[in-house]
């Protein structure tokens, strides 16, 4: 199904073009990026960092979740593999 004429696909795609070649190992990780969002919650009671829960809540959306309910019953059932990725307790 092609993008439609209001996309931004197009133009982003353009300006990735005008960029010149970087290296992988020049461009954060997505859990890097995630940790540079600030935490807006009160230190007490904090039990998971914020890019924790960010990075599970994309990946369960990725997986097809819909609803915070379904995000919860995802990470709570996520693979041990990708708790360890992710740097989950």
């Known amino acids: ?5 209001s996309s931004l696909i197009p133009p982003a795609l353009g300006q990735l073009r005008e960029k010149p070649q970087v290296r992988p ?5 997505l859990l890097e990026r995630l940790a540079e969002v600030p935490d ?3 230190p007490r009671g ?3 960092r914020p890019s924790v829960v960010r990075a599970l809540t994309a ?3 990725l997986a097809g979740a819909t609803s915070l ?5 995802w990470i709570a059932d996520a693979p041990a593999h990708v708790l360890q990725q992710v740097g989950a307790r």
């Open 1 to 5: 199904m092609p993008a439609d004429a």
């Open 25 to 29: 190992a020049e461009v954060p990780g």
């Open 40 to 42: 807006p919650r009160d």
């Open 46 to 48: 904090v039990r998971h």
């Open 59 to 61: 990946c369960a959306v």
């Open 69 to 73: 309910l379904a995000v919860g019953e």
